[in-house]
């Protein structure tokens, strides 16, 4: 019996580069002052996604409904399963900074992660 056919990931949909940052609370400038509050994240991690507004129409806005606030700025950044993300950190992508609302992996088979974000206003 052959095996079961399993598509590939279309890379061509992760053409987003987006950066994971961290709160760094002893984030210092090179005279040894502390940083302002909007400049003590540091970039963690920086990957390609695949980015999906959510709606207020479809079953993915009632899937994330729950979980999230009805706001006009929340994307579903989608990105290759990746460790050591957490929701203490925030999303850089195209000048905009987005707080992370959720991680979920999708069908828990580490292929891929599904990240709910809230823009910053």
Do not use: W
Request: proline letters at 4%; hydrophobic letters at 30%.
């Amino acid at each position: 019996m052959q095996p079961k056919y399993k598509p590939k990931m279309n890379s061509g949909l992760f053409r987003h580069y987006i950066t994971f940052q961290e709160y760094d609370p002893e984030a210092k400038n090179e005279n040894g002052f502390p940083l302002p509050e909007d400049q003590r994240y540091v970039d963690v991690k920086s990957v390609y996604a695949m980015i999906k507004t959510l709606s207020d129409r479809g079953s993915s806005y009632e899937f994330y409904e729950a979980a999230t606030t009805h706001s006009k700025n929340t994307n579903s950044f989608v990105v290759r399963y990746t460790t050591g993300i957490t929701s203490d950190m925030r999303i850089k992508y195209n000048g905009h900074f987005y707080e992370i609302q959720s991680i979920i992996n999708d069908n828990e088979m580490d292929k891929t992660l599904t990240i709910v974000a809230r823009e910053v206003v």
